[in-house]
Nanobody, 123 residues
Framework: QLQLAESGGDLVQPGGSLRLSCAAS????????FGWFRQAPGKEREEVSC????????EYADSVKGRFTISKDNVKNTVYLQMNSLKPEDTAVYYC????????????????WGQGTQVTVSS
């Protein structure tokens, strides 16, 4: 059974950092692309970052470029999102998703989703 479980969300002050984790069960990470998405109240879900199956290509939304870093550990079967210099507008539920295409593509290609973890940036 293929499952994704996010963790690491928290309440943090502006300028702070968090590292989100996505534990992948039943997956061979080398065969999937993984994306991090977020959804704020009243807004559409948006893609924040993606890493392809080989790990050799990463992509970031303009709003997080230079502040967020996606990575994965194939041994631990975990995908990470390091978030630095957090801003109130980063507040959202963050979701991890897996795409069997192995490529960073649009949301329609992500077949597997986690339940999400809440990130709140507030003073």
């Amino acid at each position: 059974q293929l499952q994704l479980a996010e963790s690491g969300g928290d309440l943090v002050q502006p300028g702070g950092s968090l590292r989100l984790s996505c534990a992948a069960s039943g997956f061979t990470l080398e065969n999937y692309a993984f994306g991090w998405f977020r959804q704020a109240p009243g807004k559409e879900r948006e893609e924040v970052s993606c890493i392809n199956s080989s790990g050799g290509r990463t992509e970031y939304a303009d709003s997080v470029k230079g502040r967020f870093t996606i990575s994965k550990d194939n041994v631990k079967n975990t995908v990470y999102l390091q978030m630095n210099s957090l801003k109130p507008e980063d507040t959202a539920v963050y979701y991890c998703a897996a795409s069997p295409t192995g490529l960073c593509r649009d949301r329609a290609f992500y077949d597997y989703w986690g339940q999400g973890t809440q990130v709140t940036v507030s003073s």
